[in-house]
């Protein structure tokens, strides 16, 4: 197996949906790295193939509806998953990568003992005996903040709290210490503090075992804390990608000054108007030819109907996806947030 920087590259994914309507395109031609240790989000609205993407590099496209097209490339460590034997992906899929779902209590099998499924995973990929998996089952349920361990392992599901049935699920995650995880939409269903408090412990947890997470959401919120780099996914595509602080500061796409724009301002009346984006996504069973945000854009020009904008690379890893950084395209600027701040 190659050393690499990266431990994830992922090369012109493309992934469709097989409907009675006809093709979905969910995911069209992403690509985009992970470094060893580091933590990447995905941002984008619902819809736009980001959990197609993070079910992609998981390995849980199953056909005949799902497709995963031919040309695509996801290397793991240098090793193209895609081409993995049935005993390759028993290995990766729970050992070498794992994930978390947004939906907890849909994920975990509700009719078995939470410490029987942290077991599993530690039998299946560790070949522990019982009475070892058990008593690290315990070990797991303490490290991620559950109290009395030894009395919830022995408790089903239901009997948990939405806080920490996501708990539960980062405790199988990480049960068998995975190079890899994947965190789609960890904390949607979570209120304000609990979503902090699960974000904290995937944070410690990736600097403790020095694992690469890729962090899916919706909310820009959520990931200026935890992911060092950020790709804006629209519509099958990603938009824009860069360090947290050029997508913070310096963002150069219009579709991602609207998503900043819409996160909620603490320093505002009450009364102030949430911003939200008008119109909506393309249909993915027809998408655009041009830009596909372009008919949402405010600065959409005719060429932006018509053609595909070019990459433009500023530098440090941040790129965009716009006709405006053309030569020829007028100059435009972020506009400044309601509130005079960016």
């Not at 992970?34 to 496209?61: H, N, P």
């Amino acid at each position: 197996m190659s050393e690499t920087k990266n431990i994830l590259e992922v090369k012109d994914l493309r992934v469709s949906y097989h409907t009675y309507a006809g093709e979905v395109q969910s995911v069209r031609g992403v690509s985009f790295e992970l470094e060893t240790g580091k933590a990447l989000a995905i941002v984008g609205e619902s819809g736009c193939g980001k959990s197609v993407t993070a079910k992609s590099i998981m390995g849980l496209i199953k056909g005949p509806a799902g497709e995963i097209k031919e040309g695509s490339t996801i290397l793991y460590n240098g090793d193209n998953i895609l081409n993995y034997s049935k005993k390759q992906w028993q290995a990766y899929k729970g050992g070498e990568c794992a994930i978390i779902f947004q939906d907890a209590l849909a994920s975990l099998n509700p009719t078995m003992r939470v410490g029987k499924q942290i077991m599993e995973n530690l039998m299946a990929h560790k070949n522990m005996d019982k009475k070892s998996a058990q008593k690290e089952a315990v070990e797991m349920l303490r490290m991620v903040g559950i109290p009395e361990p030894e009395k919830r392992v022995k408790q089903y599901p239901h009997e948990f709290s939405g806080g920490m049935r996501q708990r539960v699920m980062i405790a199988i995650a990480f049960a068998c210490d995975p190079k890899l995880l994947i965190c789609d939409e960890p904390t949607t269903a979570l209120d304000v503090t609990i979503q902090g408090q699960i974000l904290d412990i995937i944070k410690d947890l990736q600097k403790k075992h020095n694992t690469s997470v890729i962090i899916i959401t919706h909310d820009l919120g959520v990931v200026a804390n935890l992911a060092q780099d950020i790709a804006v996914m629209y519509s099958g595509v990603i938009v824009e990608k860069g360090k947290c602080a050029d997508i913070f500061y310096r963002p150069r796409h219009p579709y991602t000054w609207a998503l900043i724009e819409s996160v909620p301002r603490l320093d505002l009346e009450n009364k102030q108007e949430l911003a939200s984006i008008p119109g909506t996504p393309p249909d993915l069973l027809n998408p655009p030819k041009g830009c596909p945000f372009s008919t949402r854009c405010r600065y959409c020009m005719e060429i932006c109907k018509e053609e595909m904008p070019e990459r433009t690379d500023f530098g440090d890893g941040h790129m965009a996806s716009c006709w405006l950084h053309h030569e020829m395209a007028p100059k435009v600027e972020m506009p400044e947030r309601k509130g005079g701040k960016r």
